[in-house]
């Protein structure tokens, strides 16, 4: 029996190659009349990688079928005859919530559908032809999946956007370094490491770049434009982490500029580019509803260059040509966008550039047989409906109290007020987990260790003994010398301080890995005749923290560091000065009792580990962050409190649901571009 582990390396063997691949979603093929028994066709289908086939011989056998689970999820692939064409294009469609294509399969051709629907996969006469062309769509769909077209569509996947917003909220408080910037200049050197001309680029960047410039090299015609945005709308958060650097510079700057340029008028500009037909059916079916752009987005305030950016496409093309207008209402000073032509390399375009994930809402979009107008609203989060939907979730993850400084350590939480605030520290402990071990990293760690004790001849000594000799395996034997690790890690958790802790991503990830390894193992070590382990922790408390102890019993309690315990009830009544405190200090010795029963599964692992200790068999357990306990009861025994706790298995649907678009996610896996960005207003998808 196994439970769903809350921390993405909860399971995990240390992995330093990265490369992870999910499974696409299915694609269902449909077929309205007796295709079927064009053994041909059947064959041919039947090919098709991912694609689950299914006949409707009439009308109310083809809505049985698209309502059905197993075919609801995925795309769906429709090929009919002429003689259902009015059906399909007329009834159908507008019920039908997933992505979807059209493809005519017949002798006569049907040319007034050709244009009526972006899905229209144009009217094929041979099963080569119409297989060639499913073949090609379902690939693009399974691409688009994680790629996307850096849109992201706030009421249908509301837990998704917020995710990436708290993500980007924390990248927002890094202390960025010049290890983060060696570290995105080396990547994308070996992404382009045989192309002379953008390794010179990329040299002149390492060498003239500053920050007050980002502008500038944003719109130059270079690799820095399609890199970030590619890494933006691929929504992988290592790839974004890459960026960390440059995204916060970009939007400090643009911000910067668009509190400058207040404007008391409305407004309207222009992006021209091509878009799939599956994108542009998606956001034809998402009229009155809210978008986020992924990424970074040029605009300009001349048509004729978004019409020029537009470009024509061919008629057999999945691609069509399509211009935004986006309409910005006066006196929107949060909505993030910025005149930059002042400060381009292409002054022509007259470039509005937005923010990143700016908000839009679709008010229009209007086919033609050459291009499709796509109208837009520009919003910001004051938005009633983007309240309406985001509301819930500020509401379950407490953003404001979780990004505020701590003025105190945090040792325990108490979830029956604060639970909103826990799912924001397991939140970002488990982005923290996500992020690859990289040299990069390890650097970027003893660079902050070093600074945080450059006043201390000793922690340096050590620190260097750790850059020397520190193997991934030593990462608990580390946690078990009274050293600068130790406190520096405790002091990070129980502040909260996100710059450190994500700055000590590299050493969190091992010792977290080795505890769950260890955790297996020692689980298996165990009689299965004595299911039941008690543990116990000693340590000086404040009265008042005792009340609030006593004012929770029966409700649950976590810990944001990892957590030493003993099975040795002496040693831990030693730690906890044996009941004989200075009461002119306002502290008591509090002794832990920690029941766990291991025959139910626990998500945050624990373990026995190796230490030397004064005390005669004792040996050390270690609990990882966010361990959760209920108080089962708060007694006294003469001059020291006992504290009984149960060690419990909490799995949070909020949680679940906030992170289950990662499962999906695939990580550090090129993708190669389709080709170099002209400029401004064009981004090909």
């Known amino acids: 029996m196994t439970t769903r582990p809350r ?16 499974s696409p979603k299915k694609s269902v093929i449909l077929l309205l009349d007796t295709f079927f028994d064009d053994m041909h066709l059947r064959q041919e289908l039947a090919h098709l990688s991912n694609c689950h086939c299914f006949q409707a011989y009439t009308i109310d056998n083809c809505l049985n079928l698209i309502n059905q689970d ?26 039908v919530l997933q992505p979807s294509y059209i493809y005519l399969f017949g002798k006569v051709p049907y040319s007034k559908y050709s244009v009526r629907d972006p899905r229209s996969g144009r009217i094929f006469n041979n099963v080569y032809s119409l297989t060639n062309q499913i073949r090609q769509d379902t690939e693009y769909f399974e691409g688009s999946i994680y790629k996307g077209a850096g849109i992201q569509y706030i009421l249908e996947d509301s837990a998704t956007f917020f995710w990436y ?5 924390i990248l927002d408080r890094l202390k960025h370094t010049d290890i983060a910037k060696h570290e995105m200049i080396s990547r994308v050197r070996a992404i382009y490491k045989n192309d002379t001309y953008k390794l010179e680029q990329i040299d002149q960047f390492a060498n003239e770049y500053y920050s007050d410039h980002v502008i500038h090299w944003y719109t130059k015609d270079s690799f820095f434009y399609n890199r970030l945005n590619e890494a933006l709308r691929t929504n992988d958060i290592n790839e974004i982490f890459l960026w960390r650097f440059y995204i916060s510079d970009l939007d400090r700057n643009l911000r910067k500029l668009c509190s400058k340029q207040m404007d008391s008028q409305s407004k ?20 009155g509803k809210l978008i986020s752009m992924t990424s970074f987005l040029s605009t300009s305030l001349n048509h004729d ?6 470009e024509d496409t061919l008629a057999d093309s999945p691609f069509r040509s399509v211009i935004y207008k986006i309409f910005i209402a006066s006196n929107t000073n949060k909505i993030v966008c910025a005149d930059i032509s002042d400060l381009s390399e292409v002054v022509e375009e007259q470039e509005v550039l937005f923010s990143i994930r700016s908000l839009f809402r679709i008010d229009r979009v209007k086919y033609s047989d050459s291009i499709c107008y796509i109208d837009l609203t520009a919003v910001d989060e004051g938005d009633q409906q983007f309240g309406t939907v985001i509301n819930p979730w500020k509401t379950k993850i407490s953003e404001q109290s979780f990004f505020s400084a701590r003025h105190e350590p945090l040792f325990t939480r108490f979830l029956i007020d604060q639970n909103s605030s826990f799912l924001a520290f397991q939140l970002l402990t488990d982005i923290m987990l996500r992020l690859h071990q990289t040299d990069f990293a390890r650097q970027e760690m003893i660079e902050m260790c070093r600074l945080k004790y450059e006043n201390s001849l000793t922690d340096l000594e050590k620190i260097n003994e750790f850059e020397r000799s520190y193997q991934h395996s030593d990462a608990l034997k580390w946690y078990t010398t009274n050293s600068f690790l130790y406190r520096l890690l405790h002091q990070a958790l129980r502040m909260e301080d996100i710059d450190t802790i994500l700055k000590l991503r590299y050493y969190i990830y091992d010792l977290h890995n080795q505890l769950a390894q260890l955790y297996t193992s ?49 040693a831990a009544v030693f730690f906890a000065g044996d009941g004989c405190l200075n009461d002119s200090d306002e502290e008591i010795s509090v002794v832990y009792q920690i029941t766990i029963d291991t025959s139910v599964p626990h998500s945050i692992p624990f373990a026995k580990i190796q230490y030397e200790s004064i005390f005669e068999d004792e040996d050390e357990f270690l609990f990882s962050m966010a361990s959760v306990f209920r108080i089962d009861n708060v007694e006294k025994y003469g001059a020291l409190w006992v504290v009984e706790l149960t060690l419990i298995n909490k799995e ?3 949680w679940n649901i906030l992170t289950d678009h990662l499962k999906n996610s695939i990580s550090a896996i090129p993708v190669k571009l389709k ?10 998808s």
Not at 74 to 81: N, T
Not at 532 to 560: A, P
Request: proline share 1%; glycine share 2%.
């Open 305 to 310: 260059v978004a019409e020029m950016f537009a």
């Open 165 to 169: 917003r708290f993500f980007f909220n």
């Open 70 to 95: 197993d075919i609801k999820d995925g795309l769906m692939l429709l090929i009919i005859s002429t003689l259902y064409a009015d059906f399909v294009f007329d009834t159908l469609l507008e019920i």
């Open 522 to 570: 020692y689980l298996n070590s165990l009689p299965s005749d004595q299911p039941i382990l008690t543990l116990y922790r000693g340590q000086r408390m404040k009265i008042t923290e005792l009340t609030r102890l006593q004012q929770n019993v029966d409700k649950l309690i976590s810990t944001n560091s990892f957590l030493s315990t003993t099975n040795n009830v002496t």
């Open 675 to 684: 080709r170099e960005r002209r400029r401004c207003c064009c981004n090909i």
């Open 268 to 287: 309207c500009v222009f992006r021209g580019q091509r878009l799939h037909k599956y994108d542009l059916c998606k956001l034809a079916k998402s009229e």
């Open 7 to 22: 921390l993405f390396a909860r399971t995990c063997e240390v992995n330093h190659n990265f490369v992870q691949m999910s």
């Open 652 to 654: 949070d649907e909020t």
